[in-house]
């Protein structure tokens, strides 16, 4: 039996649900109709439920969808989706360097080099335990030596009794632990980067919403895209045009999948963070609203901004300026920072965040806590690439995205692959493995190299 995950109306409701009480809405009785007639809230942690719905239910659940779909949320002036209504609420907006005299900033080979190597370190170092709870992990770390993290996951030395109660991701464990990496595996937090490269190779920097939607149905599978980004696909192939395909049916319009896209375009607007933001705007309006677009813009503006900012605080106090103040994301991220500086224990400021942004009130692949956790990362290691990557993995929820995320930021802070350690980048044998076309099997040097000419 086929059951695909994150496109059944059955199961998209009662993530529809969850979201609706984050936003402040009032669908009580919408609740109380669905589960009176049978029909489950969200899983935790699963995307589709293992049996069929009844027809009936199954209508009832897309009716409940469109339903939701029409109450207005309260934080709307505070969380704009459109472009003009996120500069209005952003007095810290970073003024073009682009667009008034040409940004005296370069981006260099060398530098984009660690942070296509970076971004897959930090990637394949959280795949072996994605979805795994937080307990798991450090389970698991302690138990082969790992812990504080500082190297990859292994299975040697591994107590059975932790290997049977937290088992790894059954799809990453043969090509991401320590003892069975041989270059970098696929993975849509590379998959991305790969196709907004693409995307400004066709199109240029003034690339519009509807070109990444031609784009992806040109050359992405639709079985490589998950939560948002797969309903988004669902809607195009319905005939549904951006940016309707964010809204339509759509309860992951703000969690983590935006985010993970932004590194190009911060990488190719080198100290231009509001050009970057403005260009992830225009990717992310495809398959996310509010907080899930603020993601893809606060990350690509921090890596602008990391190019040529002297340390890490300087450019997440850059990306900040893309972010409307009084939303969530913006809280999200000044709350990972202020834990991080007032605590010297990282674990500590990891149960604070799993304590804020606990289950089942955020989803682990929500943008909220994944933002918060990345910003702590970030500021707690002072942007050092280690320190970075495995305390972004240590801290749980999406933990690949997370890693590949920071390891991007901090190894364009690094400046050069060799600041990054041979512990992280020998084991990639400068070697990408993807279902993007034209891509598979490239070296991570000539990633670099079409960066650099996408940036010129």
Known sequence: MLRLTWVQPEDLIGHELRQAAQDGREVSGTERRWVAAGGHL??????????????????????????????????????????????AACPAWPRSETAAHGSSYKASHEALHAAWLGRAA???LGKPVEKLPLAGIRAIAKSTGNWPLRSWFTGVGLAPEIAAAHP????????????????MPEDDDLNYPLLNLMLLQRHGAEFTTEDVARLWLDELPAGRTFTAERVAYRNLLDGIEPPATAVR????????????????????NPGDPARAAEQAHRDAVLTHTANGVYGEMFTAAVAAASSH????????????????????????????????????????VVDELHRVYAAPAHHW???????????????????????????????????????????????????????????????????????????NGIGFDELAGLTLEAAA
């Open 42 to 87: 969200a899983p935790e942690r699963a995307g589709a439920s293992s049996a069929p719905a009844d027809p009936a239910l199954r209508d009832l659940a897309a009716e409940l969808l469109d339903e939701l779909a029409t109450i207005p949320s309260p934080r709307e002036a505070d969380e704009p989706t459109d472009l003009a209504g996120i500069k």
């Open 122 to 124: 930090g990637c394949l």
């Open 168 to 183: 790894w991701n059954r799809r990453s464990a043969p090509t991401s632990l320590a003892e069975n990496i041989d270059g």
């Open 249 to 268: 049916r759509n309860p992951f319009r703000e969690w983590i999948g935006a985010q993970i896209r932004a590194d190009v375009f911060g990488w190719t």
């Open 309 to 348: 900012a002297t340390d890490i605080h300087e450019a997440l106090r850059t990306g900040l300026g893309v972010v409307p103040p009084n939303s969530r994301y913006a809280q999200a991220i000044r709350l990972g920072m202020d834990l991080a500086r007032t605590h010297r224990d990282f674990d500590t």
């Open 365 to 439: 692949v929500h943008v909220l806590p994944n933002a918060a956790l990345l910003a702590a990362a970030l500021t707690h290691a002072d942007g050092d690439f280690e320190g970075s990557i495995c305390r972004a993995v240590a801290g749980g929820w999406d933990t690949d995205s997370n890693g590949a995320t920071a390891g991007s930021i901090a190894g364009l802070l690094a400046r050069e692959p060799g600041a990054l350690g041979e512990r992280w980048t020998a084991p990639l044998r400068n070697r990408l493995a993807t279902t993007v076309g034209g891509f």
